[in-house]
Each structure stands twice: as structure tokens, then as C-alpha cells.
């Protein structure tokens, strides 16, 4: 079945250490891609967001995410990272042939960052 | 510029009810999505809309729900006869004219079915 996968369900690290988040999708054709951070007790929120371009995407927070369609991979990092970093990252994929909106979302990876 | 707003925040129904949850999007949104998360899952799409235009409900079930967001009002999602595998967290996202593919999420509804 058509898919989008997260390597990691659950990450632990210390503060100043790098991340990086796995996001392989399985859609053949043009996609879109995102990663979405959800803070605890607060919305989904958009971190960065891939169209079309350079495949190297930066976003807030210090976050980037490298594209690279011959592996179907998205994957989000950050070269060092703060405890308030500590949340649940979702990565998503919307098909260009599919509605504006209409996501497939990973299962998600909670990150604890500890100080 | 408020963001989008969801209630009730916790809805507790027994089996058979109706259960209706309400968005109201971000000021100057016209599109709005729902989305449902499922213990241990990723958020799953259900339905898209545009005021008074169901746009795709292609992960809609077949029964029991539906979806509307009319001229004036919120957009309500309406689960009749509910069941325990309803339970889940429900998103509601909207998203500007301009720019529909991005999304601006609810702090969503969670429905329990007892």
C-alpha cells in the first residue's frame, strides 16, 4: 500500500546534539512534501515545506530537510538541537494528482531532548 | 489573527449517539479539511471543503459521517450512532485562498465513545 514512514518512533538526545528524522514515502509521480511539529499541548504547526526547486528546504527553527527523489526520502535535521525541541514530528506528503490538503501523514517521531 | 478554533475540545458520547464537532477557520480562509488521528496512527484525511462545496471526501466513511461548512457558521463534522472506533482526536485544518496547500491546524477534538 501506498505509504509514508517514519524510521523512528521515538528519539531521545541530549541538548547540542544533532537530528536527524527519517520520512520515506512509497507514491510514484510528483509529490509535495512537509514536516509539521506538534509543541506539547499545542497545534500542528508547519516547519518547512517542499514544492518544487532547490531540494535543500529550510525552515524555522533551524530545521532543514533534504529531498532526494531517487530514494523517496524527505528527511528533516537539525545540527543542533534545544530542549524546548522536544515534540512530535510528523512528516506528510500530499500527491500533486491529489486535492490541495489532502496529506498522508507519517505516524510520527517524539523527540525528548534532554538538558 | 486567531487561529483556528475547534469545539467542544473533549466530547464523551455513549454508543448511538451523535457526536458534532465545529471548526471555524483562520479569518479569510475558504478551505477547510478534516482530518482524524487514531491511537498510534499519523492523521488520516477525511474531507475537504469550500463554503457550501464538499471539494473531495475521498477518506470520508461511507456511513455515519458528514461533513458541511455553509455559507455563514463553522464547518461541522456529524458522526451519527457513534461507536467505541470512533474514538479519536479530530483536526480541523484551513488554509487561505492563495496558498491552499498550506494547511493551518485546530488544536482538535477528541472524541471518546463509551
Known amino acids: 500500500a501506498q505509504s509514508v514512514s517514519q524510521h523512528n518512533h521515538h528519539v531521545i538526545l541530549s541538548e547540542a546534539a544533532s537530528l536527524e528524522l527519517g520520512c520515506n514515502y512509497s507514491?510514484?509521480?510528483?509529490?509535495?512534501l512537509f514536516w509539521y511539529v506538534q509543541y506539547p499541548g499545542q497545534h500542528l504547526q508547519l516547519l518547512l515545506k517542499?514544492?518544487?526547486?532547490?531540494?535543500l528546504v529550510k525552515g524555522i527553527k533551524g530545521f532543514e530537510a533534504e529531498f532526494i527523489k531517487s530514494k523517496f526520502s524527505f528527511n528533516l535535521r537539525k545540527p543542533s538541537v534545544q530542549w524546548s525541541d522536544t515534540a512530535e514530528y510528523f512528516c506528510?506528503?500530499?500527491?500533486?494528482?491529489?486535492?490541495?490538503?489532502?496529506?498522508?501523514f507519517g505516524a510520527g517521531t517524539q523527540v525528548v531532548v534532554t538538558p | 489573527n486567531a487561529g483556528v478554533m475547534q469545539n467542544p475540545r473533549h466530547l464523551v458520547r455513549r454508543r448511538g449517539q451523535e457526536a458534532r464537532l465545529r471548526c471555524s477557520p483562520m479569518k479569510g480562509h475558504s478551505h477547510v479539511y478534516w482530518y482524524r488521528q487514531l491511537p498510534e496512527e499519523g492523521l488520516k484525511f477525511m474531507v475537504y471543503?469550500?463554503?457550501?462545496?464538499?471539494?473531495?471526501e475521498s477518506g470520508m466513511p461511507k456511513e455515519r459521517f458528514s461533513a458541511e461548512f455553509p455559507k455563514e457558521g463553522p464547518s461541522i463534522l456529524r458522526i451519527q450512532q457513534v461507536v467505541r472506533g470512533d474514538s479519536a482526536a479530530y483536526f480541523c485544518?484551513?488554509?487561505?485562498?492563495?496558498?491552499?496547500?498550506?494547511?493551518?491546524f485546530g488544536e482538535g477534538s477528541r472524541l471518546t465513545v463509551l
Open positions: 517542499y514544492f518544487s526547486g532547490d531540494p
Open positions: 506528510a506528503v500530499n500527491r500533486a494528482t491529489d486535492s490541495w490538503g489532502k496529506l498522508q
Open positions: 471543503l469550500q463554503k457550501e462545496n464538499i471539494i473531495d
Open positions: 507514491y510514484g509521480g510528483t509529490v509535495n
Open positions: 485544518a484551513s488554509s487561505p485562498p492563495a496558498d491552499p496547500g498550506e494547511l493551518f
